[in-house]
């Protein structure tokens, strides 16, 4: 007794959905009918002895039409399908999916949305929302002049008038020392960029080698990273048999360089890593100085093992 009335229960419900879903099938709406053929067919599962094959063939018309395809109903229809048919589980399945399916009241397919639009702009054009994107945030300037004053005033109020003028000629003067300390930095940097790169003075690579291990012995790694590379240049020229000058600059020796693809390919990052490291106006590290020394030796290596095609 108490399983036919829970049927009954869910009977009626569906029924009431399936209403609902059959109002909104009217207007053409493709999910609307597949919704409403969904809830027929479980009404149908609990009328007292269902004719499941003609269940199943309602429930296989809607998967075969349904948009965008689905498979949703397989198991429902295997359900119906087996010998005998197992009306119970087609019956709970189907509820469930009918369930989930279920149109909320006032749903529709086709609504012109135009007059919500409209209306949610003109909200949003009232002065009252005017100005909700910009910032309200002090810039740091203004907050770093809100810090002094506040300072000032503090010191005004704690030391006097001749104690606040003296805070302020000491906070000016250190301003002043920060920003020559600045200036210099950049001045010395910029010099360092524009500085010429020293002439060569061999053609030796195993030289200029021993040069750049001195160098990096002292925390010059500068000057290290630049003897290095212009031992591997000189390998890869000497083994290819180019003409060197020992005066020519690392860049000069560079542009007289040619090989195959591997030589190239790992001479390109030992090439940035000078770049870097002379140009760039910033201190070169022993990290750094490593990771240039690692790629030298490379090229070296390569160079030794083949000749390069000359130029």
Do not use: K
């Not at 020229?237 to 180019?242: F, H, I, S, T």
């Amino acid at each position: 007794m108490r399983h036919r009335l829970a049927g009954a229960c869910v009977a009626l419900v569906l029924a009431v959905s399936a209403g609902a879903a059959a109002a909104q099938a009217a207007s053409g709406c493709a999910t609307a009918n597949y919704i409403s053929g969904v809830q027929a067919a479980a009404i149908q599962l609990h009328a007292p002895g269902p004719d499941a094959g003609t269940v199943r063939g309602q429930l296989e018309s809607l998967q075969g039409n349904a948009s965008p395809p689905t498979t949703a109903l397989q198991p429902v229809i295997d359900a119906l399908a087996a010998s005998p048919p197992d009306i119970a589980s087609a019956r709970t399945r189907l509820d469930a999916l009918a369930g989930v399916l279920a149109l909320p009241p006032g749903a529709t397919c086709h609504v012109d949305s135009t007059p919500a639009r409209t209306a949610l702009h003109d909200v949003y054009a009232s002065p009252v929302f005017a100005g909700l994107d910009a910032t309200s945030q002090p810039s740091l300037l203004s907050r770093i002049a809100q810090f002094i004053g506040d300072l000032i005033g503090g010191a005004a109020r704690t030391l006097g008038a001749a104690g606040s003028v003296a805070l302020l000629v000491a906070a000016l003067a250190a301003a002043i020392a920060y920003a020559a300390w600045r200036l210099r930095g950049q001045l010395g940097a910029r010099a360092a960029r524009s500085a010429p790169e020293p002439a060569g003075e061999t053609d030796d690579p195993a030289s200029e080698w021993r040069a750049a291990a001195a160098a990096a012995g002292r925390g010059d790694y500068r000057e290290a990273v630049r003897r290095a590379f212009r031992s591997a240049l000189l390998t890869v020229a000497l083994r290819g048999g180019v003409r060197v000058d020992p005066s020519w600059t690392t860049r000069e020796l560079l542009r007289t360089i040619a090989g195959d693809a591997e030589l190239l390919a790992a001479l390109a990052p030992a090439a940035d890593m000078f770049d870097v490291a002379w140009y760039s106006g910033r201190q070169v590290t022993q990290q750094q100085w490593e990771q240039a020394r690692q790629r030298c030796e490379v090229v070296r290596t390569l160079a030794r093992r083949q000749r390069p095609a000359l130029r």
